[in-house]
């Protein structure tokens, strides 16, 4: 019989079939079309700010320095962990709450979900939100994919752990070998409120070192962002703050009754 990778052509086919009817890649995951048609999903958030993300961590090599650059900076971000980096690493995954930023999930590990079946999705999900909370004493409620790739399996299983799955809007292309604070800063373009900042506080799936360009890029990233009048977020507030009624225009001045004439 054919063989396909040393399986049975027959079985090989049924089990294509299967893993692709769990798989298919039901969104794209790129380019403005997403953040038009599904602004939700591309974590548009509130128009008077941008949230600031990173994903790939914690790693006790380069995730300090992130927070120390954020803490001179002021501002607070949302970190899209790792569960097994998570698990390698509890007390720095504590340290990133404990600096007032917020913690989510990037997965168990950093495995495509394209061809992973929904059993194995939602394990890997409960597992990954499990290991974050213990160490972080914080509970994830948002998910995105390894590599922004949406299934079947990835949004069911997310919905499963209870987990919202938000992508981003724009990204630094910082983990490319030919990235640069520059181009990290031209492919971010001008900041626009609304917008779901993708960085990488870890190297550990691109380029060896590629997290020194994204720290040098971070202070400009956050003065073009206060240049333009945006707040800097983390992304659940920055989604939060987006379905809150707008504040109502202020009353005009109370018109109370005359004040009775005075007789002389
Ligand atoms: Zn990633």
Do not use: K
């Not at 914690?58 to 970190?79: E, G, H, K, N």
């Not at 919202?164 to 990235?179: C, F, P």
């Amino acid at each position: 019989m054919r063989q396909v990778l040393g399986i049975p052509a027959g079985a090989a086919i049924a089990t294509a079939v299967v893993a692709a009817s769990h798989s298919a890649p039901v969104v794209t995951t790129w380019g403005q079309v997403r953040n038009r048609v599904l602004p939700r999903l591309a974590g548009v958030g509130a128009r008077d700010g941008v949230a600031l993300t990173f994903d790939d961590g914690p790693d006790p090599v380069s995730t300090p320095a992130f927070l120390d650059a954020l803490d001179a900076l002021s501002v607070r971000a949302t970190f899209f962990l790792l569960g097994t980096l998570v698990a390698r690493a509890p007390s720095l995954t504590a340290e990133i709450t404990a600096a007032g930023h917020e913690v989510a999930v990037h997965g168990w590990d950093h495995r495509s979900m394209l061809l992973r079946l929904p059993p194995a999705a939602l394990d890997g999900l409960r597992r990954a939100r499990d290991v974050i909370t213990a160490a972080s004493g914080a509970t994830p409620t948002m998910y995105r994919p390894p590599f922004g790739q949406l299934s079947v399996s990835a949004l069911a299983g997310a919905r499963g752990a209870g987990l919202q799955t938000v992508l981003w809007t724009v990204w630094g292309a910082d983990w490319a070998a030919s990235a640069t604070p520059e181009s990290v800063l031209h492919e971010l373009g001008e900041p626009r409120g609304g917008a779901t900042i993708l960085l990488h506080d870890s190297d550990c799936t691109s380029t060896p070192g590629s997290w020194r360009t994204t720290l040098a890029a971070l202070p400009r990233v956050v003065e073009q962002c206060a240049a333009a009048g945006l707040a800097v977020r983390p992304l659940g507030e920055h989604l939060h703050q987006a379905m809150m009624p707008p504040v109502p225009p202020p009353l005009p001045a109370t018109v109370g009754p005359p004040a009775p004439s005075v007789i002389p």
